[in-house]
């Protein structure tokens, strides 16, 4: 069995009950406030990984509208969410690899 298979499969079965406890969580709307303020690019392009259900998508695009996001996630389930809460955002895009490094502005 794959190591990773048994979280894959957990955040698919919890999709729907994260987006109802987690959709309006406002605890971070301040980091979310300051990074909206800081890109000061029209349009800009951003990659949200491990979107979720498109919680902090839907905020940020409700502050910018502007942005254009990518959302990817390792559940099918929460990429369906995402969609339907953030239409104009693209959270169809799959990929073969991805990596992450954490970057302080």
């Known amino acids: 069995m794959d190591r990773y298979k048994e979280t894959f499969d957990t955040w698919n079965k919890v999709a729907r009950l994260y987006q ?4 309006d969580l406002d605890l971070y ?3 979310y406030d300051t ?3 800081e890109v000061n690019i ?5 990659l949200e990984i491990g979107c979720g259900p498109g ?3 839907k905020y940020i695009l409700n502050k910018r509208p502007d942005f254009i996001i990518d959302g990817i996630d390792i559940s099918p389930n929460m990429i369906e969410l ?3 809460n953030n239409p104009t955002a693209d959270c169809d ?4 690899f991805s990596f ?3 970057i302080v502005l």
């Open 100 to 102: 992450w490094i954490s």
């Open 55 to 57: 919680n902090i998508t």
């Open 42 to 46: 029209e349009n800009a392009t951003i």
């Open 35 to 37: 990074f909206c303020d």
């Open 93 to 96: 895009k799959t990929y073969d």
């Open 82 to 84: 995402a969609k339907t």
């Open 29 to 31: 709307d301040d980091t």
């Open 20 to 23: 109802e406890k987690f959709m």
